[in-house]
């Protein structure tokens, strides 16, 4: 589910020209042959052209796929700094960035279908410097999210946070084992990173560790978190959120846990179907 933005040229003056929601990996692009066209891009004008095409491709089913320039920035984050992979025609090439770290020269064909250059970036990145992003604000109907107390919160329901954290799993580039926590450890945030998937959905909502810190929530219910910083949660999605907490820090593989639910997010109707909601078992400890 992962989003991207794209721009021509890097930094601060860079022009966004479009976003994508999901399938949005450079991995996946590529795929497509407007995809290619796209990342294989050695003129403004191709670039251009294949950003075109792609932004038309049908859904594949799901709702705001593509957000084009007429449509208004889609996040509620202020700038790419937060998106998954943004993607770059500057320099008579593309580049990609992931999760608004360092860029580096998009790979060819060939390296993206192996996957280990995608995997260097993404450990590369960790450690890279933080490129600068135009501010763009946040879409219409977001919440000012870095401070307590706001008085008309967004309403998350169960849907829409099962896929905020679908999406920063996915992010972490590694699936297959959980967080790093320990049956004691309940943290959101250790430093400035997050411990728990709840953390990395907080971060990628725009609420900082420094804020969560300094608030003195870091070890509390996600339940409680949320609304103190903008967002309300459903009843079904406070208890997905404080549940998945406590599997989490007993060590259940994120993905295994995400399997067990096969609805899409639907950020427009809190808890949808909310007869035929089923929560997944319990791990066995």
């Not at 096969?262 to 791990?283: C, G, K, W």
Request: charged residues 20%; glycine residues 8%.
């Amino acid at each position: 589910m992962t989003a991207a933005d794209f721009y021509i040229g890097r930094g601060p003056s860079a022009v966004w020209v479009g976003s994508l929601s999901h399938n949005a990996g450079p991995e996946i692009v590529h795929w497509t042959p407007a995809g290619c066209e796209v990342l294989g891009a050695v003129t403004a004008r191709d670039y251009a052209r294949g950003l075109d095409t792609l932004l038309s491709l049908p859904s594949d089913e799901r709702r705001n796929w593509a957000h084009r320039v007429a449509d208004g920035w889609p996040w509620c984050w202020q700038d790419s700094s937060l998106t998954g992979w943004c993607y770059a025609f500057d320099a008579g090439r593309v580049w990609i960035s992931y999760f608004g770290r360092a860029w580096f020269p998009c790979p060819t064909t060939d390296q993206l279908e192996s996957g280990a250059v995608l995997d260097r970036v993404r450990r590369s990145s960790a450690t890279g410097p933080h490129p600068a992003f135009p501010a763009l604000g946040r879409a219409p109907g977001c919440a000012e999210h870095h401070s307590i107390g706001t008085a008309e919160p967004h309403v998350v329901g169960f849907w829409e946070l099962l896929g905020l954290m679908a999406h920063a799993a996915r992010e972490t580039g590694d699936l297959d084992v959980a967080f790093e926590t320990t049956e004691e450890s309940t943290r959101l945030f250790s430093g400035d990173e997050p411990e728990s998937l709840l953390g990395a959905v907080l971060l990628r909502l725009g609420v900082p560790a420094a804020g969560v810190h300094a608030s003195e929530l870091n070890t509390e219910p996600p339940s409680y978190v949320f609304p103190r910083f903008g967002f309300q949660l459903t009843a079904k999605a406070s208890q997905l959120a404080d549940d998945f907490q406590i599997w989490e820090a007993h060590g259940e593989p994120v993905a295994d846990l995400l399997a067990d639910f096969e609805q899409s997010a639907n950020p427009y109707d809190p808890d949808p179907d909310a007869d035929a909601l089923t929560a997944p078992s319990p791990p066995h400890w």
